[in-house]
């Protein structure tokens, strides 16, 4: 069974989508196995964001995910990594499909809501960035 890492970014929870996203990744059938709010330390949003570091928007980007609480969570289902990476759409919500989160909810690729681990590999890095394992049911 697939594990990832999903997270509703600073503007979903200021937006009140949090109950939105929950609902959608419940109504799927996917399982949280891992869920927290909280505020990211800028030393954890740099290295899971490490692979866009010395991009011209990477310091934003930093800031941004920095910039309120958010949710974490982890997932697990059959092909979880890409069917929720799926569910929320395009980077860019301009070419997010209606009916995926991004192109229900979004109109700006430098606050899209929501975050998706990429790779098998990425997860594992990112559930371990954000959760110990003993946070994980
Ligand atoms: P994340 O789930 O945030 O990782 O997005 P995704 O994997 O769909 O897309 P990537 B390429 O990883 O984008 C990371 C964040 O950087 C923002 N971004 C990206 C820009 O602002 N400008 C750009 O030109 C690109 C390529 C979008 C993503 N996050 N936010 N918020
Ligand atoms: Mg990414």
Same mark, same amino acid.
């Given at each position: 069974m697939e594990r990832t890492f999903a997270m509703i970014k600073p503007d979903g929870v200021k937006r009140g989508l949090t109950a939105e996203v929950l609902a959608r990744i419940i109504k799927k059938g996917y399982r949280i196995v891992g869920l927290k709010q909280m505020v990211i330390p800028r030393e954890v949003a740099e290295k899971h964001y490490g692979e866009h570091? +010395?991009?011209?928007f990477f310091d934003g980007l930093v800031e941004f995910i920095t910039s309120g609480p958010v949710v974490a969570i982890a997932l697990e289902g059959e092909g979880v990594i890409a069917g929720w990476r799926k569910m929320m759409g395009a980077t860019n919500p301009a070419n997010a499909?209606? +009916?995926?989160i991004r192109g229900d909810y979004a109109t700006f690729v430098g606050e899209n809501v929501t975050h998706g681990s990429d790779s098998p590999e990425s997860a594992e890095r990112e559930l371990g960035l954000f959760f110990k394992s003993e946070e994980l049911l």
């Amino acid at each position: 069974m697939e594990r990832t890492f999903a997270m509703i970014k600073p503007d979903g929870v200021k937006r009140g989508l949090t109950a939105e996203v929950l609902a959608r990744i419940i109504k799927k059938g996917y399982r949280i196995v891992g869920l927290k709010q909280m505020v990211i330390p800028r030393e954890v949003a740099e290295k899971h964001y490490g692979e866009h570091q +010395g991009k011209p928007f990477f310091d934003g980007l930093v800031e941004f995910i920095t910039s309120g609480p958010v949710v974490a969570i982890a997932l697990e289902g059959e092909g979880v990594i890409a069917g929720w990476r799926k569910m929320m759409g395009a980077t860019n919500p301009a070419n997010a499909e209606v +009916g995926t989160i991004r192109g229900d909810y979004a109109t700006f690729v430098g606050e899209n809501v929501t975050h998706g681990s990429d790779s098998p590999e990425s997860a594992e890095r990112e559930l371990g960035l954000f959760f110990k394992s003993e946070e994980l049911l």
